[in-house]
């Protein structure tokens, strides 16, 4: 789903990232050390890209930014050797793309179940068969395996995943960010920080939680604040209604350090970007476009991630980081423009 520019199309300028060339550096390298895996030749080709070639742009790439003199030099280097694919977007035609934010919130937490810490952070259940690249081929039961494993609705009501509980949280609104979100730190009332990422998910598709608030008349606009609002006034009851829409579900395992994406790197606070992977190059340099006030924007990410509403040419996730900042700003980023693909020419 990559549309090649043609000769006199508009360039975006990339010359102000010169200036955060170590940031991006070390963006680079976590795709370098995927794209150097053996196991991930196997993804490729992708949208007409080799994996020859998305491993030799990121190298050159590098290159650029470790030589060029400064912002100009490094625009006309990328313009010489590289050729740009805009992403076809929502249209199919390059009618743009609508990029949205995710992060890894700081939740409050217990190891304990209690009356206070209620709903709980499950580890991927081994009855979840799993398919090459992580794809989810069914659920194993006593009876062969079934092509679907279960629903929210039905996790949440069976207990079905009893004695596999990693955290205790306090708030279904705050299990429900660590599943949009795929990654959570929980603190315990000690002051101590678990780190839990993302393990596998059901397989089931993804209904957005804001749109149906929005479209039930709870909430005028789609934000995380609009949501916690409004779970703050509702009935139990009714929060539990329109979680369970949503019948995907997220599994989590705990981790050291910083969170990774789908292709198993750490991901890089506004330089990972997660897309379809369906129909996008992993691990490849992208420009993402948009209004000039949008900081989320008008710089080069990374290919390193996916997500459960990611399914179109249309959608893009860019990753803010870690804590209350990057929450608020995940949060809040709902802006629409364009997503650039770079290969060397």
């Given amino acids: 789903m990559l549309i090649r520019l043609e000769p006199g199309e508009p360039i975006p300028n990339f010359s102000r990232q010169w200036e955060d060339r170590e940031e991006l550096l070390v963006a680079l390298n976590q795709s370098l050390v995927w794209l150097r895996r053996n196991y991930a030749k196997q993804f490729f080709p992708q949208a007409g890209i080799t994996h020859e070639s998305a491993l030799e742009s990121?190298?050159?790439?590098?290159?650029?930014?470790?030589t060029t003199y400064g912002p100009e030099d490094f625009q006309k280097a990328v313009e010489d050797e590289f050729q740009l694919y805009k992403s076809a977007g929502w249209d199919g035609r390059g009618g743009g793309v609508l990029f949205t934010g995710y992060c890894t919130p700081i939740l409050k937490g217990s190891r304990q179940q209690s009356e206070t810490y209620r709903f709980p952070l499950y580890s991927l259940p081994p009855d979840l068969v799993k398919g090459p690249g992580g794809s989810i081929v069914g659920w194993q039961t006593n009876f062969g395996l079934q092509p679907q494993y279960p629903s929210r609705t039905a996790i949440e009501a069976s207990g079905m995943l009893k004695g596999l509980e990693l955290i205790w949280l306090a708030d279904p609104i705050d299990s429900y960010i660590a599943h949009v979100n795929g990654s959570a730190y929980v603190e315990l009332k000690d002051g101590s920080m678990l780190r839990?990422?993302?393990?596998?998910?059901?397989?089931r598709a993804y209904t957005?939680?804001?749109?149906?608030?929005?479209?039930?008349?709870?909430?005028e606009a789609a934000s995380l604040k609009a949501i916690r609002n409004w779970a703050g006034e509702a009935s139990d009851e009714e929060v539990c209604d329109y979680l369970n829409r949503n019948a995907s579900y997220v599994f989590f395992t705990p981790i050291e350090g910083t969170p990774h994406g789908s292709l198993d790197?750490?991901?890089?606070?506004?330089?990972?970007v997660a897309t379809d992977k369906s129909l996008f190059p992993r691990g490849a340099l992208v420009f993402v476009e948009g209004?000039?006030?949008?900081?989320?924007?008008n710089r080069l990410l990374f290919d390193q991630d996916t997500g459960g509403a990611i399914r179109t040419a249309g959608r893009a996730d860019i990753y803010t980081g870690i804590g209350p900042d990057a929450e608020k700003t995940a949060g809040e980023m709902k802006v629409v423009g364009q997503m650039y693909y770079l290969f060397l020419k």
């Fill in 291 to 297: 209004p000039s006030e949008e900081r989320a924007l």
């Fill in 208 to 219: 957005s939680l804001a749109k149906e608030l929005v479209a039930g008349g709870r909430i």
């Fill in 196 to 203: 839990f990422g993302y393990a596998g998910k059901n397989g």
């Fill in 265 to 272: 790197v750490p991901v890089t606070p506004g330089r990972t």
């Fill in 58 to 66: 990121l190298e050159r790439f590098g290159q650029i930014l470790r």
